[in-house]
């Protein structure tokens, strides 16, 4: 049967489609390779760790690792992996329309990832950015070290962020099928209407300064050199009014991720929809209101601090209520336990963890001990690693066999997500124990008394890497060995199963006539 | 006359449906480039609080007549646009081009001006960094500041009037080729709704760089 895949199969075809399946498809190819790219500078860093002195790269090559383990992971992997990917081929085919609002600005938007993507690597290849990923200055005007690419590889791959951003929010308001409103859609579609508006409104403020980086780097501008008049203080505000939030472009989507999963794998309607999809508005909201707290140990009033940490408090309160509202869902389902759940289970365990410590450190008192310590390392990698990555594994493998139209192995997933999660835990676990105990981040060196510490931490990263091989060797295997896939493997009543797997090229063999909400499970399962 | 009709695209119901996708894609771009030049402003008003005397006696320093004539020049070029608007609804295709170019002539004036303003600047020995003669005789770090941040707002705003004057050209040119009726004046607007967004940038920075002279 002619669908998407096989309609076309020139590589011209691909390159030239304004199909959101098949843009999709190319984000999630690259953004799984930048993965494995930032996932390789981490484990040098992790090797290097090993011992307290100088073990395997220099002390500068040092710098460089962490700065573009931190870019890659942030700008190529976790940014765009949900929305661009998942979000692009899944977004239309939920609302039951034949493509985004723009296609043609939806396919320059992977063109323009490719090129800051390009533009990153080439500041990757020689004399590499030592900056760290937060580019603070003065250090990032002046040093000899290539920042200037990367900077304006970021800002290149801004736009990208900022065009899917435009073109989800029209979608979701121009092509719901006939009859869809707003509170009958999947809340994926939720998750990523409020990333979009973080996405439009952040990631401007993001480009112009890191611009004005660029400027004082390339051209000696000397905004935020304080020798020259300028504060860098500015530039910390301004940066974290944007990078603060892209927490949230990081979180927002595996979210509603976990959404679609535990409904579908639960067969149970969410305990409230409502309260899904408007926590996820709470937290598009307050987020731009918390960037202060990382920046309580460089000069900020204690009222403004107060501040800043009763609202980034505030964020929990709108995480909490998802969290009570997913385990909720589970709560006398008819759980099926496949893999995407397992990885689910571990988001939930990983995310509440990461949560909780981001609390603690958004209360003043404890940030002074904690700030640029290992334990502020490890609470965000558990946001950003224990629960993005996850959900990012576990819409992979749950949306996995309509994206190839092949079954992935059940067995091996559920090791693949076992390792992954024992890996993660082993990884990271260590590092709280570490910054407690006061280890600075971004040190080339180490004490002598953290190393039992720093070796658990290593060994952990290599179970972690060996879980991510497992899981990229099995699916790929999948594609040649798996099983064909049914058009509703899970028995799910959301709306992107119910065209065949693979999809047709305009996504529905006829115009969807949704006649259910994508929730219902008290009504039975209509034939495909 | 042929009064073309855009295409319809697959993905859309009905063309009204797809001029208002157009629209709201074009309010969200400008939502997303106002928060761009918000960066810029919040420059600006951090070192305007550090430093008022100097910023003060830096927008005295700068030519109010040609700033003003400038924002009088980008102001009725966005008249010409509103009534090409009108124009191209009322089907007068001829009128709506000749004023549609009009205010693509009014912004390439406002970039001569701004232009030569520049160059007064550069021949005092004013360059971005605080590079040149006048940084030698005025040595406070502040006005290296002042003017570093005059030439990354007007530079950036003035890079979005490039680009608006070469859209206004290029949709002169289409209306004119394409014999465009009034089903095609939704492009228009969308067009108009940045050249307008770009007028009100330089709204602001008319008063944060001419007008905010006077001691307290």
Redesign the interface.
Same mark, same amino acid.
């Given at each position: 049967m002619k669908n998407y895949l096989n309609c076309e199969t020139t590589i011209w075809s691909w390159l030239s489609t304004k199909d959101h399946k098949r843009i999709g498809v190319m984000f999630l190819v690259s953004v799984t390779l930048f993965l494995l790219v930032g996932g390789v500078f981490a484990l040098i860093l992790r090797l290097e760790h090993l011992t307290p002195g100088p073990t395997l790269v220099s002390p500068n090559m040092y710098n460089q690792l962490f700065t573009l383990h931190g870019v890659v992971m942030v700008w190529l992997f976790l940014i765009p992996a949900i929305p661009a990917g998942f979000g692009n081929f899944f977004l239309?085919i939920m609302l039951g329309? =034949?493509? +985004?609002?723009?296609?043609r600005?939806n396919l320059a938007s992977l063109y323009i990832f490719w090129i800051g993507a390009i533009l990153t690597i080439y500041g990757v290849l020689d004399r590499a950015a030592d900056t760290g990923w937060t580019f603070y200055p003065p250090y990032s005007s002046q040093t000899y070290t290539k920042a200037t690419p990367v900077l304006l590889g970021v800002f290149v791959l801004g736009w990208s962020t900022?065009i899917t951003? +435009?073109?989800f929010?029209?979608t979701i308001?121009?092509?719901r099928a =006939?009859g869809m409103r707003f509170m009958d859609m999947p809340l994926f579609a939720w998750a990523l209407y409020g990333v979009s508006i973080i996405q439009?409104?952040?990631?401007?403020?993001l480009?112009?300064?890191l611009l &004005?980086v660029v &400027?004082d780097h390339s051209?000696?501008?000397?905004?935020f050199d304080p020798a020259?008049?300028?504060?860098p203080l500015?530039y910390q505000?301004?940066f974290w009014?944007y990078s603060h939030p892209a927490v949230y472009i990081m979180i927002l989507p595996p979210m509603g991720v976990v959404s679609e999963i535990v409904t579908s794998m639960a067969h149970k309607n969410p305990l409230s929809y409502k309260a899904i999809a408007y926590s996820t508005f709470g937290i598009a909201f307050v987020g731009f209101l918390t960037w202060g707290h990382h920046m309580f140990t460089s000069g900020m009033s204690e009222l403004n601090a107060g501040i800043f940490g009763i609202l980034s408090m505030g964020v929990a309160v709108f995480s909490a209520i998802k969290v009570f509202t997913w385990t909720g869902t589970l709560y006398r389902g008819s759980v099926w336990i496949r893999t995407p759940l397992v990885y689910i289970f571990a988001f939930l365990f990983l995310f509440i963890f990461g949560g909780m410590t981001g609390v603690a450190v958004a209360a003043t008192s404890l940030d002074v001990h904690w700030h640029d310590t290992y334990f502020v390392v490890a609470h965000f990698h558990f946001i950003m690693v224990g629960a993005s990555l996850t959900a990012f594994l576990a819409a992979l493998h749950y949306w996995w066999p309509k994206i190839t139209g092949k079954m992935y192995f059940e067995g091996w997933g559920v090791a693949g997500a076992i390792l992954v999660f024992l890996g993660f835990v082993g990884t990271f676990f260590p590092q709280f124990l570490l910054g407690n105990a006061g280890m600075p981040r971004r040190y080339y060196h180490y004490s002598e008394q953290f190393q039992a510490l720093n070796v658990l931490s290593t060994a952990g990263s290599w179970v972690l890497a060996l879980g991510l091989l497992l899981v990229l060797v099995t699916l790929i295997w999948s594609l040649v060995a798996g099983e064909k896939a049914p058009a509703n493997p899970w028995n799910s009543r959301s709306y992107e199963w119910m065209t065949p797997s693979p999809p047709p090229k305009?996504n529905f063999p006829e115009t969807p006539r949704f006649v259910r909400g994508p929730y219902d499970y008290h009504l039975p399962l209509e034939p495909p | 006359m042929n009064l073309a009709v855009p295409k319809l695209? *697959?993905?859309?119901?009905d063309l009204p449906?797809q001029a *208002? !996708?157009a629209r709201?894609?074009m309010w %969200?771009?400008l939502?997303?480039?106002a928060?761009?030049?918000?960066?810029?402003f919040? %420059?600006y008003a !951090? /070192?305007r609080a550090? /430093?008022p005397e100097i910023f003060r006696e830096g927008v005295a320093h700068n030519d109010l007549v040609l700033g003003t004539v400038n924002t009088f020049i980008l102001l009725t070029g966005s008249l010409f646009l509103s009534l090409a608007l009108w124009a191209l609804r009322a089907a007068r295709r001829a009128l709506s081009v000749l004023l549609t170019a009009a205010t693509g002539l009014a912004g390439l004036v406002y970039l001569i001006i701004k232009a030569t303003e520049w160059a007064h600047h550069m021949a005092e020995g004013i360059f971005?960094?605080?590079?040149g003669r006048f940084f030698v005789e005025n040595p406070?770090? !502040?006005w290296?500041?002042f003017y570093?941040?005059y030439y990354?707002l007007t530079g950036?705003h003035a890079i979005h009037v490039t680009v608006g004057v070469g859209i206004l050209a290029w949709t002169a040119w289409w209306m004119h080729r394409e014999r465009v009726g009034p089903a095609a004046a939704y492009k228009l607007a969308i067009v108009g709704l940045y050249w307008h967004f770009v007028d009100i940038v330089w709204l602001f920075l008319w008063p944060l760089f001419y007008l905010l002279r006077n001691p307290a």
């Open positions: 239309p329309a =034949k493509d +985004v609002a723009f296609p600005l900022i951003g +435009v073109n929010i029209t308001h121009t092509l =006939k439009i409104l952040g990631t401007p403020v480009g112009i300064i &004005m &400027m051209f000696d501008w000397g905004l020259r008049g300028g504060d500015i505000h301004i009014f305009e | 695209q *697959h993905h859309f119901e449906k *208002h !996708a709201l894609g %969200l771009f939502a997303s480039e928060l761009f030049f918000s960066g810029l919040t %420059l !951090a /070192y550090h /430093y971005p960094g605080g590079r406070e770090p !502040a290296a500041i570093t941040s990354g950036f």
